[in-house]
């Protein structure tokens, strides 16, 4: 089994490091990490570190001892997911298999259909919760570069996002509106994927102009339909696999 990995601020440039506050906690008092185990310390931007437990002290304070410093390059093509909100806790399923499927960046977005809105302060502890799970799913991957939750986008934002990527898809089901399959499409070897879902109501057709107008056209996953929640997965693992990332 792989080391566990915790997350640091910064990557110490000492021999020995230790590991405290909540990090430090979940090492000691739930990992119940031993001297002499294998520990990956990561900042979750790329930048790893492998280590060995040196020595434990008390319930949430680890000492490891720095054997080596490593830097995972950017994935290519880097991969972006916009996903609409969905409903309850759906989003933080969505960020978390996402997160642990590979995907580089996630984009949430207010679409027209969304019945969730994220206003004032509610919004602001969803954001919350959306980036401390793409944290954690981070870890329970044995990640090194955590995906970046972006702020909410309007669906003006999204397009403006989607003009600048070398791919971009709406996934779309809609027998009235043709689409391409997702399986088949050309995909880029580098350079930037935007992949966009649309929630439980589907993208409106006004949603969907504006997306074309920026250069994104309509693709299916498969015969069936998805959830908004796990649709993004479903073509992350597309993508991923068939640009060679999963190689």
């Not at 110490?12 to 000691?28: S, Y």
């Not at 996934?171 to 070897?189: F, N, V, W, Y």
């Not at 350079?191 to 102009?209: C, D, F, K």
Request: aromatic share 6%; charged share 25%; hydrophobic share 40%.
């Amino acid at each position: 089994m792989t080391a566990p990995v915790f997350v640091v601020d910064t990557i110490p440039d000492t021999r020995l490091f230790t590991l405290d506050g909540p990090e430090g906690r979940h090492a000691v008092s739930v990992k119940r990490l031993q001297p002499g185990e294998d520990v990956v310390l990561t900042d979750g931007r790329g930048r790893w570190l492998d280590c060995v437990v040196f020595g434990v002290e008390g319930k949430d304070r680890l000492t490891v001892e720095i054997s080596s410093v490593y830097e995972d390059p950017e994935e290519q093509p880097h991969l972006t997911v916009v996903q609409a909100l969905p409903k309850g806790d759906r989003g933080e399923l969505a960020v978390e298999t996402m997160t642990e499927t590979g995907v580089d960046a996630i984009v949430p977005w207010a679409a027209s259909r969304c019945i969730t809105q994220w206003r004032g302060d509610r919004g602001l502890k969803a954001l919350a919760k959306w980036r401390s799970t793409a944290r954690e799913a981070g870890k329970q991957s044995r990640r090194t570069r955590f995906p970046e939750v972006a702020d909410l986008m309007t669906t003006k934002q999204v397009a403006q996002l989607l003009a600048t990527a070398d791919f971009t898809a709406v996934l779309h089901e809609d027998r009235d509106h043709p689409s391409g399959a997702l399986a088949t499409a050309e995909l880029p070897a580098k350079g930037s994927i935007v992949l966009v879902v649309g929630p439980e109501g589907g993208v409106s057709p006004e949603e969907l102009a504006a997306f074309e107008a920026a250069g994104a056209k309509p693709y299916r996953l498969g015969r069936s339909v998805l959830r908004t929640s796990t649709a993004g997965t479903a073509a992350t693992a597309l993508v991923l696999a068939r640009t060679g990332r999963w190689s």
